[in-house]
């Protein structure tokens, strides 16, 4: 399963006859909507990427997907009733690997994954791969906390959308709209409140 930082979704993708069935759970607000896909259409849609948008709507629910290399980034917007009984409108926006949506299509399994909601405070969004979700389980707990702190020193870009993915050794490659870059590892020394020579890691962003 890709793993995702910051405020985040819980979405699910299940194969429903000649539809897909798409649910999103805001972890935070508790806020859910359901709707259905048209499986047909989003298999051509995904397979023959032409650079259009894939639209649809179900029951007060709709969806616009954009598709940049192996991420579709997802904008949802739904109709809900409040305790009260009152309507009211949402919308949220995030990312989905495109494997995960070819694995419900062609592969007919249930997809569940964390992501990540654009943020509205100049972060990006970021999403990070398998591959570099591996590469992390297999660091110490010192250069995590290293590349924790790069994260989120170093994505304060609003409305992006960056893919992690693993790299050389301790290294990591990373993709968004505007860029391609790294974030490698650096080693220096430090005086610590000891008086004494410490070493300090740390990784930059070189592009």
């Known amino acids: 399963m890709?793993?995702?930082?910051?405020?985040?979704?819980i979405v699910t993708l299940e194969p429903n006859?000649?539809?897909?069935?798409?649910?999103t759970l805001d972890a935070q607000h508790g806020r859910s909507c359901r709707m259905f896909m048209d499986s047909k259409r989003l298999y051509c849609w995904l397979d023959k990427p032409t650079g259009d948008s894939?639209?649809?709507?179900?029951?007060?629910?709709?969806?616009?997907?954009h598709r940049y290399g192996s991420v579709v980034h997802v904008?949802?917007?739904?109709?809900?009733?409040?305790?009260q009984n009152n309507l009211?409108?949402?919308?949220q926006n995030f990312d989905l690997p495109v494997d995960a949506m070819f694995a419900v299509l062609v592969a007919d399994?249930?997809?569940?994954?964390?992501?990540?909601?654009?943020?509205?405070?100049?972060?990006?969004?970021?999403?990070?791969?398998?591959?570099?979700?591996r590469q992390i389980k297999a660091l110490d707990k010192r250069?995590?906390?290293a590349l924790s702190k790069a994260m989120r020193d170093n994505f304060r870009w609003k409305d992006s959308h960056v893919c992690l993915y693993a790299d050389w050794r301790n290294d990591f490659a990373f993709v968004d709209q505007r860029m391609i870059g790294g974030l490698c590892l650096h080693e220096t020394k430090v005086i610590g409140r000891d008086g004494k020579r410490h070493k300090k890691l740390y990784y930059q962003v070189h592009t």
Not at 2 to 9: D, E, I, P, Q
Not at 109 to 123: D, F, K, N, P, Y
């Open 54 to 65: 894939y639209m649809d709507y179900d029951c007060g629910s709709f969806i616009v997907m």
């Open 75 to 83: 904008r949802q917007t739904w109709v809900q009733a409040d305790l």
């Open 143 to 145: 250069h995590r906390r």
């Open 109 to 133: 399994v249930t997809v569940r994954t964390l992501a990540a909601l654009e943020s509205r405070r100049g972060q990006a969004a970021i999403t990070i791969t398998n591959g570099a979700h």
């Open 2 to 9: 890709n793993t995702y930082f910051g405020r985040h979704a």
């Open 88 to 91: 009211c409108g949402y919308a």
């Open 17 to 23: 006859d000649r539809f897909i069935t798409l649910r």
